[in-house]
Structure formats: C-alpha cells, structure tokens
C-alpha cells in the first residue's frame, strides 16, 4: 500500500479551479518531483497536503489517515516533516536550539516551565545536525548563517520528528548551482537512510531530473503525465504545454548522466 | 425620549462625528505611511485648540475667528514636520513600537508647555461669526454652529479623496501605505513623503481642534482624551483607511447619541442606564468589530514589515559576572531598610521601585518573547488590586490568603481577554487589549456601591505583624524575587522558548506541532497573574486603591517602562521600571514641570539607546561575545 494517496483532490479560488481533480501516490522511499509551469497549480496541491489550505474535494489519505481538514501542526504529529520555498527557522534560537524546539514539541514538552530548553536531548539534536553537516555551528545563532546554511538546518528541524513523509516546497530555491547540487544529493541520501518519502516541487530541472525518481506534471490545475524522468521528457503533451521546444535539457544531459 | 429630541441626539452624533474624523484620518494616514502610532496625534489636536483661542483673543485685538482656525491648523501642521524631521526621522529604524515611545515622550513635552503658554485654566473661545446663533428643528433649538460641522467632515473627506486618487502625491502616499520600501526603491524620497504626510496628518489635527473652540473649553485633558477616542476611531475603520475612518466616526457618535437619548431604560425589569455607557461604547465597538472583523471594518491585512528592527540575540546561561552583579544588589536590597532608618520614604520608595519591576517584568514577559504587545495591562494590575481590597473588606478573608487569591482573579481576567486577543497580532492585538482595559477602567468607575466608584476602597492594610513598613518591604522583596526569578525560569524553559519561536516563525512553529495561539494564551494569563501580585502587593501598600491603578495611563506607564529598559534584554523590564518610577519619582519632587522633564529625560534615553538601556549596558558588556556568535 502506499504512503501517501491522493484522489480527486480540487481547490477553487473563486471562479478559478487552481487544482482540478488530481490524483497521485507516493511509497516510501521515492523521490517524487511535482512540477508545472507557472500556475499550473503546484503550490496549491502543496499547500493542501501539508494542512495549509483546506481542499474543496476529494482526499488525500497518509497511512490510512484522511488529511484533509486537519491543521499543519496535527499533519506534522502524524509524521510529516516540510521545508518552505524561503526557508523558515527561528532566527533568535541558535542552530541547535531550532532543532531542539522540534524535538520538545515532538515529546510534548511544550507547555514545561521549568527545566531548561538547552539541554533537551542537545545529544541528539547534534546528531541531525551532524547529519546535514551543520554540527560545527550548532551554537551560532541562526540568524547569522548563509542561506544555504540555513536551508541545511532546515531540513534538520524537518526530520526531527523522524517523518516518514517529508514535503520540500522548492527546496533549491535561492541557492547556488553547486549548493543545490549539495542539498539534492543529502536529500536523496536521507531518503535512501531513512526509508523516507520525499514529496517536492521544483523549478530547476537540473535537480528534478537528477534526483526524482518520478515526476508528476500539472499544467492549469490538471495531472497532464506522470512517469519516470525519462519517460516524461519523451512525454509530447509535456513538451507541449511545458518544456515548448524541448531545448531546456540539452545542457543537463551531463546531470542526468552523472546521477544515473 | 420625544422624536424631535431622538433627531436632534442624531445631529448631535453627526457633527461629533464630523470632529472625531478630523483627528482620526490624520492619525490614520500617519499611521498607513510610516507605520508610526502618534501617541501625540490628540496633543496636535489640543494645541490646535489653544492656538486658535490665542489668535482669536490676545493677538493685538484678535484675528477673526475663521482666519485665526485656518492659521492654527496650518502652525500645527508646521510643527508636525518639525517634530518630523528632528525627531522621528531618526528612529524610523529602531525597533518596532519604538517610535510609540518617543511620541509619548511628546505627549509629556507638548502638555507642560501648554500648561506654561497657557495655563491650567480651561480657555472658552468666541462663538463663531455668522453662525453664533441655532436654528429651530421640530420645535428644538439646535446650534448652527454645529450644522455647519456636520457639513466639514464630508467635505474634508471628499477633498482627501480627491487628494489621495488625483494627484501624483496622493498616489505615492497609497503606494507607500500598501509597500513603503517599494516605493523607496523606485527612487521616491521616502523622508520627504514621511515629512509631508506627518504634516498633514498634524494640520487636519490642527484645524479639528480649532474648529472645536466655539463648542468646549481648551483644556490640558484633551489629549489623552482626544487620542484615545482617535485611535478607536482607526481601529474600527481599519488602519491606513482613509473612508473607514469617516464610517467609523459616525458609527461611534451615532451610538453614543443613541445612548444619551435612551437614557435610563427599563428593560424586563432590569434598569439600564444608556448613558452611563457612554464611557465605554467606543471600546465595546472596538471589541466587537475587532472579533468579528480583525482588521476593522474597511482595513486591510498589515503587510509585514521588512526592517522590523535587529534580530534578537539567542539566549545565554547566565554567567558569573551576571551572577555576582544580582547577589550584590540583592544584597544591597536586603540591609537598605536598616541603612535608612533616618529616611524612611527610602523604603516607601523601594516597595514603589520592587512593584513597578513586577509589574514591568510581566508586561515583558509577553511583549518581549511572545511579541504581543498589550496596551491594557493595567487591567490585571488594577484587578489584582481591587480583587485584594474587596475579599478583605468584603469577605475579611485574612491578608495572606488574599495575596493568593487576588492574583487568580486578575488571572481568571486574562484568561477572558486572552481568548479574544490571541485572535489577533501587532497593532490590532494592542487596540483589543487596551479596549478590554478601558471597559474594566469603566467598570470599576461607575460601580460605586461595590468599587467605591472614582473615590476607589480604603483601609485596604496588611496583616499586623506586616504593619511596619520595612516588615512589609521584605514580604515585597521576597514576593517580587521569587516571581522574577520564576518568570525567568519559564523563559529559559521549553514554553518560553515555544512563544519565541511563536513570535519568530509561525509559519515554521505550525510545522513543528507549535499551537501559536494556545502559547500566546497561556503566556498572557500568567502575564496578568503576575501583573496581579504586583496589584494585590501595591493596595496593601498603599492601604487604598482608586480606578488610576487600572487607567490607560498606568498602561502606557507599563509600555514605557519596558520599552526603556529593552524589548529584547530580559532584564528590560525590570531597569525600565526601576528607571521610569525613580524618574517619576525625583522629577516630580524637584519642578512643576515634572512631565516635560520626564519626557525630554525619555526622548534622550530614545535617541541616544535604541535598544532600551539594559539593552545597551548589556551591548557594552556582552557586544563583541553576541557577534562573534559562540558560547562563551
């Protein structure tokens, strides 16, 4: 069975249908790229299975469990970790103090007012910055760190919970080629640890056809293809409403070849 | 409750209306631009009122009346600028609600010296010429005076309008209202539209105070008065909204007409006096608008600001040169009362200095980590307070059990206003919390049979063996240690660290399993249980209590307070308390003029320490340590 089971889902924003009756599944341990032009619904498919919109119809079923009308902090308790389009951590918290927020809360440790934040499980929290290569700063405070630096700590907040499911919303966005290169290739090693799912969308295609193992196409709130990179590349109507002439992979055939 | 009386109230509320607008759309417009909340926009007002009586009366023989309103208007509005340019301009970038400070600093400044120029009298300016006389509807006599304001604020909305939608400047300030910083990068001087607006702003100020003077007398109340009828105003129209301010308005005199003419109803037995609501149906609107409608009637969601000041430091341990500071001046605390047997007012002083610390330290607590910035937090202070002078004196419950009682109740209190509060965030959080205080202000004024009304409760004393004053400063010292230490405690804990991470990111904080609204509450009733010992401590202090302990000015006290010692410095509070009393204290001992000292003392403190003075001290100390980053 699979992880993660989408049918029908659909949000309209006033006259406009942003989704319209899409369906995909994801299983533990793939990389699933889900990509679109401009509008074609990306973000809003996003935003619903991580609990940010609420879905007019259909379902999105994680494990058996109906996501649809729960808020993100209850998705996030079912095992779901994400990371933002501009990363989001807590800039008056120091690096290891942002991941040891997410493993108190993970314990339920929220509402304690007396024993100290800092030393909350500080041992393990250093392990999953270690992880993301982000150990030797662990006591800088986040504001002061590279963007790059930033999107790592992330991702150590995001796996805290140990999540079966982690959804990336643009992960490489902002960064530089061979930072991308670096975060894409943590990813799919985590994945591959963890036995984790990733779910992200993504506009360079140097990553997505690098690192997914499979891809989804939306072009105007619709699932137009779906399929192993290779096969959509191939795919016409893909070409069609996306790529136009197809000369955007010429120059990534050397990544594709690199990572297969 | 005739229908010619019922029409006439309705006039009334319309030309009300037309005065409350003026002010408003001045403080709406400043607001919308430069994100600043004048404190001092009513000061405006009230010198608008004063000028135009100078003109009218002293200069050689007087000016006419209608030359001497537009004079006034357009030397407030001179004045607006000047403020502009020498003062606000220099802290558009210091942090968040930083500006409030120095504008109440103003407020200080402006009344001392309209109580120097012109005294503590009230001034009664001429009738208007031409329109001195009434005219008779329905048989009732109603002053023309008044017809003719019912007409200005129309025409100054219509003109603003046109203002605001047919000229290049009018479309910039709309631009910079939506986006400042993009109208900045498009190449806009952005100080001189600041200037410009901030002087329009003060002159429509101006000009509303000066057409007041044929209806009340010139007094040094008006400002506070006017400012916080103005700021409701905005409120409920929605901040930056120009139109919403005019619906506003009206909605509010209308309202309060209404409650005049009902006057004393009789509903299914119950007797309610509509006019005594008067008082508050301003703030009740507010409420309800504010719940139901968060971002007031014709407002828009605040887009985020992008320079919202330097980030705060992550936390540290406390180390041995913090330690060893507290130990010695709590050394220092314990032996005071015997080093000054000679003067006892030292230890009278002290409980003052340890009370405000509390109290200053709980409006901290959420102000600073959870970034809500309550403007009402006098409310739990005064209901502590009251709460410790009833069970006393109603329910003799014995001194020591009231110490613990009382702050449940101011607790219980908060619990109330959390609930709608946490609804809401920044500018419009603090409206709803003052308006809660405002109502519980109203309350206690009013109800005389059980809060004694104005006159407030005496022989509110403690216990016997706590009659002696220093007996009483040690139970204070140990009261206020402890919960000082407690606060801090939680801060260094997970919940203090889940409202900072609250306050940082809720985008993240949701992502983690953080209920925002469920911290910001939580947070917020321990802010008032503990802005409730401090209450409960302060009656038993003073052995009386009166509707001061919980008027918007001890809640601004509150805000000054912290926003001296330092937002981001977890011993802000407690210096900036300490600070503001013992200045208030010194101040008003030494000159007439304690306001103006005081608020030129503050100004400086503003412009020269940005970040509050503990935030400075500890700057000086810790500066090279926070940006090198590491622990030390």
């Known amino acids: ?260 | 409750m005739s229908f010619s009386s019922f029409i006439v109230q309705v006039l009334n509320g319309l030309a009300g209306a037309s005065s409350l607008f003026l002010v408003a759309a001045g403080l709406s417009l400043i607001f919308g631009v430069t994100r600043i909340v004048n404190f001092a926009h009513g000061s405006l007002y009230m010198l608008g009122i004063y000028v135009a009586y100078s003109l009218t009366e002293s200069v050689g023989g007087g000016l006419g009346f209608w030359p001497a309103v537009l004079l006034s208007a357009i030397a407030v509005g001179v004045l607006g600028a000047v403020v502009e340019v020498l003062l606000l301009r220099r802290i558009y970038h210091a942090p968040e609600l930083f500006q409030l400070l120095a504008t109440f600093a103003l407020v200080l400044v402006i009344k001392d010296a309209a109580l120097w120029i012109w005294g503590p009298e009230e001034l009664l300016g001429p009738r208007a010429p031409g329109l001195a006389g009434s005219v008779s509807i329905l048989g009732r006599q109603f002053p023309s005076y008044d017809l003719f304001l019912i007409v200005v604020g129309p025409v100054v909305l219509g003109s603003l309008w046109l203002l605001l939608t047919r000229t290049r400047w009018g479309t910039l300030v709309r631009a910079a209202t939506q986006d400042r910083e993009m109208v900045g990068a498009l190449g806009v001087n952005q100080a001189w539209l600041f200037t410009a607006v901030f002087a329009l702003g003060a002159l429509l100020a101006g000009l509303g105070g000066a057409l007041q003077l044929p209806r009340e007398p010139a007094n040094l109340e008006l400002d506070l008065h006017t400012i916080g009828a103005a700021f409701v105003v905005v409120v409920v129209g929605g901040m930056g909204s120009i139109p919403g301010a005019y619906v506003a308005a009206l909605l509010i005199a209308e309202l309060k007409a209404l409650c005049i003419w009902l006057g004393v109803v009789e509903v299914f037995g119950f007797t309610i006096s509509f006019s005594k609501l008067t008082l508050v149906v301003e703030f009740l609107v507010m409420a309800v608008v504010l719940v139901v409608r968060p971002w007031g009637l014709m407002g828009r969601p605040q887009a985020p600001s992008r320079h919202a000041g330097t980030v705060e430091a992550p936390l540290r341990p406390v180390d041995n040169l913090f330690k060893a500071g507290a130990a010695l001046l709590l050394l220092v605390l314990t032996v005071l009362p015997a080093l000054t047997t000679q003067t006892p007012y030292v230890t009278v002083l002290m409980i003052d200095l340890l009370i405000a610390a509390l109290f200053a330290t709980s409006l901290h607590f959420i102000m600073g980590p959870a970034g809500m910035h309550s403007f009402g937090h006098a409310a739990y202070f005064g209901l502590g307070a009251y709460a410790a002078a009833l069970l006393v004196r109603s329910l003799q419950l014995p001194m020591e059990l009231t110490l613990v009682v009382a702050p449940l109740v101011a607790a219980a209190g908060a619990l109330v206003v959390g609930w709608f509060s946490v609804r809401l965030s920044g500018v419009y959080l603090a409206m709803l919390t003052l308006a809660f205080a405002q109502i519980a202000w109203a309350i206690v004024y009013q109800w005389d049979t059980v809060t004694g009304g104005s006159n407030g409760l005496t022989g509110v004393w403690p216990s016997a063996w706590l009659a002696d004053k220093a007996a009483y400063y040690y139970l204070t010292l140990v009261l206020v240690i402890l919960s000082m230490l407690w606060l801090k405690r939680c801060l260094y804990a997970p919940f203090g660290y889940a409202m900072r991470a609250g306050r940082d990111s809720p985008l993240r904080a949701d992502a983690v399993g953080i209920d925002v609204k469920r911290m910001q509450w939580v947070a917020f009733v321990i802010a008032g249980l503990f802005a409730g010992v401090a209450g409960a401590l302060f009656a038993f202090s003073k052995g009386s209590i009166s509707p001061e302990s919980l008027h918007v000015g001890k809640s601004v006290d509150g805000l000054v307070m912290v926003l001296l010692g330092g937002l981001q410095t977890l011993t802000g509070g407690a210096v900036g308390a300490v600070t503001f009393t013992w200045l208030h204290d010194t101040v008003a001992r030494n000159t007439e003029y304690w306001k103006a000292m005081l608020g030129a003392i503050i100004l400086i403190l503003v412009l020269l320490f940005p970040q509050g003075i503990a935030g400075f001290v500890r700057q000086i100390i810790y500066g090279k340590r926070d940006e090198i980053g590491g622990r030390a």
């Open chain 1, 1 to 260: 069975m699979s992880l993660l089971r989408v049918s029908g889902l659909g949000k309209s924003f006033g006259g406009v249908k942003a989704v319209d009756g899409i369906d995909f599944e994801l299983n533990a341990g793939e990389l699933l790229a889900l990509i679109g032009p401009n509008g074609a619904g990306k973000s809003t498919t996003f935003n619903m299975v991580n609990g940010q919109l609420r879905a007019d119809v259909g379902s999105i079923r994680f494990n058996g469990t109906e996501l649809v009308g729960l808020k993100p902090r209850e998705i996030w308790r079912l095992g779901v970790g994400r990371t933002f389009q501009i990363a989001q951590t807590f800039s008056s918290l120091t690096v290891v103090e942002n991941v040891q927020m997410a493993l108190i809360s993970a314990d339920r440790k929220l509402f304690s007012m007396w024993r100290p934040a800092a030393s909350h499980k500080r041992a393990e929290a250093l392990e999953l910055l270690a992880q993301v290569g982000m150990a030797g700063q662990a006591d800088r405070p986040c504001s002061v760190l590279a963007y790059g630096d930033v999107k790592r700590v992330e991702l150590a907040i995001a796996l805290a919970n140990d999540p079966k499911l982690l959804l990336m919303d643009e992960p490489t966005a902002g960064m530089a080629p061979k930072e991308r290169n670096e975060l894409m290739a943590l990813t799919k090693e985590l994945v591959v640890q963890r036995n984790m799912a990733v779910l992200f969308t993504e506009h360079s295609m140097d990553v997505v056809f690098a690192y997914a193992d499979r891809m989804i196409v939306l072009a105007r709130g619709r699932l137009i293809a779906e399929g192993k990179p290779n096969e959509i590349r191939d795919h016409p109507k893909v070409q069609e409403v996306y790529f136009g002439s197809g000369k955007t992979f010429e120059k990534d055939k050397m990544a594709l070849k690199v990572a297969t």
